[in-house]
C-alpha cells in the first residue's frame, strides 16, 4: 500500500538517472535528485523506523523539522530521509530506538576559517522572503550569503521540481512554480552566494558587527562570518495530537504537497484531509487534478455559508484573486463529490490497511461530540492546522522574544 507515482503525467517527464539504492538489504530502485524519502514513499514503503513501544514512524513534516523520517544511511544514523537525496549504491536501513546513536563526528580538519570571507548579510532560509531579501541586497551593492538546508531554493511555498522531474508543458500556468523560478533565477544570476544542503549548528555574536555561523555539509564543518543575519526560517505546520497520529500513514498537509509538487507522487490512492485553512483546499484540489480520490475535508472552522456570506463578499474587494483562487477550489470539491465536514475534528485513528478515520463536530466551547462519530476509510490523512514561525535560530542568538496567550511566541526585539 501507499502513495503511487503519477509520474506519467503529461506535463511533466523524469529526467533523474536511474539509481539503485538498498532498504533494509533489500534493492529498490528510483531516479537521481529524489530524496530517500521521496523513493521510498513511491514504493509504498511508509515505516522508516520503530519507537519505543515498536509502532512504525515515517515520513510525517517532509521538511526537515520533525526527525520522524530519521533512518540510518551507510551506517550513519539520524539521517532525515525527507531531505537526505537518494543516491546509486546508497544503503539505508530503518532504525529502532535500541540502534546505537552513530553520527559520523564533524570532519574538524576541514573546519574552514575563513576570516576574510565576511559577509555583510547571511540570509538563512531561501523561501519567498530569503530571496526577495537577497535580490533586493545584492542590488544595493552587499556582499550576500544565502544559506539553506535544502537541497534546492524556494522553501515550501516556492518550491520547485525535484532534479529527478523537469516540466513537459512549458506554457504550465502555476503561479508558484512559475514566481518562485523567476525569482530563483534572479538570483542565481546575481553576485549572491549560494550555500544549499548546509545547517546552521551554532551562531555566535562577536562583536555588533560580527556574528559567526557553523555551518554542517556532508559532516564537514564551515565556519562564516557575517556582519548581520537575516533569519527567514519561514514556518512549520501545526499537528493537533490524537489517538493514532504518529501512524506513517498520516503526514502534514505541507509533507503531501511537498510529495506532489516536487516529486510528483500523490500522497495515497485514497486521501482525507483534515484541519484548517486555505492551505488544505489547495492541497485537496491539486490531488484531485493528480488522480487521487479524495474522501472527504474536514475543516476545524465553521461553514462560511451562509452567515458568512456578507464578509465574503467584501474579502473579493480586498484580495479578488485569492477569493477566485479560493473558490476555484471549493468548486472543484464539489463538483467531484467530496464530503466536506464544517467544524469537525479528527478523533482518533486506528487500522493500517486502510486506517480507519473517526471525526467528531466541535461543540461550543471547542470539545468534541463523541457521539455523533463520523468514520472515514483511507489509506493517508493529512494534516494542517496553521503555522507556527520557526524561530529557535533567533532565540539561541539571544534575541528577546514574548509569548503570546496562544503559545506563540514573537520575536520582538533583534
Ligand atoms: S524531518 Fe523528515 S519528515 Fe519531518
Same mark, same amino acid.
Given at each position: 500500500?501507499?502513495?503511487?507515482?503519477?509520474?506519467?503525467?503529461?506535463?511533466?517527464?523524469?529526467?533523474?538517472?536511474?539509481?539503485?539504492?538498498?532498504?533494509?538489504?533489500?534493492?529498490?530502485?528510483?531516479?537521481?535528485?529524489?530524496?530517500?524519502?521521496?523513493?521510498?514513499?513511491?514504493?509504498?514503503?511508509?515505516? =522508516?523506523?520503530?519507537?519505543?513501544?515498536?509502532?512504525?514512524?515515517?515520513?510525517?513534516?517532509?521538511?526537515?523539522?520533525?526527525?520522524?523520517?530519521?533512518?540510518?544511511?551507510?551506517?550513519?544514523?539520524?539521517?532525515?530521509?525527507? =531531505?537526505?537525496?537518494?543516491?546509486?549504491?546508497?544503503?539505508?536501513?530503518?532504525?529502532?530506538?535500541?540502534?546505537?546513536?552513530?553520527?559520523?563526528?564533524?570532519?574538524?580538519?576541514?573546519?574552514?576559517?575563513?576570516?576574510?570571507?565576511?559577509?555583510?548579510?547571511?540570509?538563512?532560509?531561501?523561501?519567498?522572503?530569503?530571496?526577495?531579501?537577497?535580490?533586493?541586497?545584492?542590488?544595493?551593492?552587499?556582499?550576500?550569503?544565502?544559506?539553506?538546508?535544502?537541497?534546492?531554493?524556494?522553501?515550501?511555498?516556492?518550491?520547485?521540481?525535484?532534479?529527478?522531474?523537469?516540466?513537459?508543458?512549458?506554457?504550465?500556468?502555476?503561479?508558484?512554480?512559475?514566481?518562485?523560478?523567476?525569482?530563483?533565477?534572479?538570483?542565481?544570476?546575481?553576485?549572491?552566494?549560494?550555500?544549499?544542503?548546509?545547517?546552521?549548528?551554532?551562531?555566535?555574536?562577536?562583536?555588533?558587527?560580527?556574528?559567526?555561523?557553523?555551518?554542517?555539509?556532508?559532516?564537514?564543518?564551515?565556519?562564516?562570518?557575517?556582519?548581520?543575519?537575516?533569519?527567514?526560517?519561514?514556518?512549520?505546520?501545526?499537528?493537533?495530537?490524537?489517538?493514532?497520529?504518529?501512524?506513517?500513514?498520516?503526514?502534514?498537509?505541507?509533507?503531501?504537497?511537498?510529495?506532489?509538487?516536487?516529486?510528483?507522487?500523490?500522497?495515497?490512492?485514497?486521501?482525507?484531509?483534515?484541519?484548517?485553512?486555505?492551505?488544505?483546499?489547495?492541497?485537496?484540489?491539486?490531488?484531485?487534478?493528480?488522480?487521487?480520490?479524495?474522501?472527504?475535508?474536514?475543516?476545524?472552522?465553521?461553514?462560511?455559508?451562509?452567515?458568512?456570506?456578507?464578509?465574503?463578499?467584501?474579502?473579493?474587494?480586498?484580495?479578488?484573486?485569492?477569493?477566485?483562487?479560493?473558490?476555484?477550489?471549493?468548486?472543484?470539491?464539489?463538483?467531484?463529490?467530496?464530503?466536506?465536514?464544517?467544524?469537525?475534528?479528527?478523533?482518533?485513528?486506528?487500522?493500517?490497511?486502510?486506517?480507519?478515520?473517526?471525526?467528531?463536530?466541535?461543540?461550543?466551547?471547542?470539545?468534541?461530540?463523541?457521539?455523533?462519530?463520523?468514520?472515514?476509510?483511507?489509506?493517508?490523512?493529512?494534516?494542517?492546522?496553521?503555522?507556527?514561525?520557526?524561530?529557535?535560530?533567533?532565540?539561541?542568538?539571544?534575541?528577546?522574544?514574548?509569548?503570546?496567550?496562544?503559545?506563540?511566541?514573537?520575536?520582538?526585539?533583534?
Amino acid at each position: 500500500m501507499g502513495g503511487y507515482s503519477t509520474i506519467n503525467d503529461k506535463n511533466f517527464k523524469v529526467i533523474g538517472k536511474p539509481i539503485k539504492l538498498k532498504f533494509n538489504g533489500i534493492t529498490l530502485s528510483g531516479f537521481e535528485g529524489q530524496s530517500i524519502a521521496a523513493l521510498l514513499y513511491s514504493k509504498g514503503i511508509r515505516g =522508516l523506523r520503530n519507537s519505543k513501544s515498536g509502532d512504525e514512524r515515517g515520513l510525517f513534516c517532509g521538511m526537515g523539522v520533525c526527525y520522524e523520517c530519521a533512518v540510518s544511511v551507510n551506517g550513519i544514523t539520524g539521517k532525515r530521509a525527507c =531531505l537526505e537525496p537518494a543516491k546509486d549504491g546508497t544503503d539505508v536501513r530503518s532504525l529502532d530506538y535500541k540502534t546505537p546513536y552513530n553520527p559520523i563526528p564533524p570532519i574538524i580538519s576541514e573546519y574552514k576559517i575563513d576570516s576574510e570571507k565576511t559577509y555583510d548579510i547571511a540570509i538563512i532560509g531561501s523561501g519567498p522572503a530569503g530571496l526577495m531579501a537577497a535580490k533586493t541586497l545584492i542590488g544595493k551593492g552587499l556582499k550576500v550569503v544565502i544559506i539553506d538546508e535544502r537541497l534546492g531554493l524556494g522553501g515550501q511555498y516556492f518550491k520547485q521540481l525535484a532534479k529527478s522531474h523537469s516540466f513537459e508543458n512549458k506554457s504550465l500556468n502555476d503561479y508558484q512554480y512559475r514566481r518562485g523560478s523567476e525569482l530563483i533565477k534572479q538570483v542565481q544570476n546575481s553576485d549572491t552566494e549560494v550555500k544549499l544542503g548546509s545547517t546552521v549548528i551554532a551562531s555566535e555574536k562577536i562583536s555588533n558587527n560580527h556574528l559567526n555561523i557553523s555551518l554542517l555539509k556532508n559532516e564537514v564543518m564551515e565556519l562564516i562570518n557575517a556582519k548581520r543575519i537575516i533569519f527567514c526560517t519561514g514556518a512549520y505546520e501545526i499537528a493537533r495530537p490524537f489517538p493514532g497520529w504518529t501512524s506513517p500513514n498520516i503526514i502534514t498537509t505541507g509533507a503531501a504537497q511537498s510529495l506532489l509538487r516536487s516529486y510528483r507522487l500523490n500522497a495515497g490512492k485514497e486521501i482525507v484531509i483534515a484541519g484548517n485553512g486555505p492551505l488544505n483546499f489547495q492541497l485537496a484540489a491539486e490531488l484531485i487534478d493528480n488522480g487521487a480520490k479524495l474522501k472527504g475535508v474536514i475543516e476545524a472552522s465553521p461553514n462560511p455559508f451562509p452567515f458568512k456570506t456578507i464578509s465574503l463578499i467584501k474579502s473579493m474587494f480586498y484580495d479578488p484573486n485569492l477569493m477566485i483562487q479560493g473558490s476555484t477550489y471549493l468548486a472543484k470539491l464539489i463538483l467531484n463529490r467530496v464530503p466536506i465536514l464544517f467544524k469537525h475534528h479528527v478523533n482518533e485513528v486506528f487500522g493500517k490497511n486502510p486506517s480507519t478515520i473517526k471525526v467528531s463536530p466541535i461543540l461550543d466551547g471547542g470539545k468534541l461530540d463523541i457521539n455523533k462519530n463520523v468514520e472515514f476509510s483511507a489509506d493517508t490523512l493529512c494534516v494542517g492546522y496553521g503555522f507556527l514561525s520557526n524561530d529557535e535560530l533567533p532565540r539561541l542568538l539571544g534575541c528577546k522574544y514574548e509569548y503570546k496567550e496562544t503559545g506563540v511566541s514573537k520575536i520582538i526585539c533583534d
